[in-house]
């Protein structure tokens, strides 16, 4: 379940979207997942390229907060751990799609002149 309480948010829906995707390595954590599926530490980490561990953790840390990811730890040694979308996590896939289009289309623009 989600830590932050629906008072917590703000009122306006488009901020409470950049609260909970506030940084531009959670949007790329989101990204990579919608388009690997589960993935470990390292694989992330190296899929995202220059993000340090820390940062990387404190990311995946609030999004796991917010109930956008889901960590699963294995009782493995050396331990496993992977990283998945939850539910909700799966439905920010339409805010990526049209920041795609629009990344596109802003490209094209500036192609074109």
């Not at 340090?52 to 699963?72: F, I």
Request: aromatic share 8%; hydrophobic share 40%; proline share 5%.
């Amino acid at each position: 379940m989600p830590s932050l309480a629906l008072d917590d948010l703000p009122a306006c829906p488009v901020e409470t979207t950049l609260t909970l995707i506030r940084s531009k390595w959670q949007v790329l954590i989101v990204r990579d997942l919608l388009a690997n599926g589960t993935m470990r530490f390292k694989e992330l980490q190296r899929s995202l390229g220059k993000v340090s561990q820390k940062v990387l953790t404190d990311n995946l840390r609030a999004m796991e907060d917010y109930g956008l990811v889901h960590r699963e730890v294995f009782a493995e040694v050396p331990p496993r751990v992977e990283y998945s979308l939850t539910e909700l996590g799966l439905t920010i896939e339409p805010v990526l799609d049209a920041m795609w289009t629009w990344g596109e289309g802003y490209k094209d623009k500036l192609r074109a002149e």
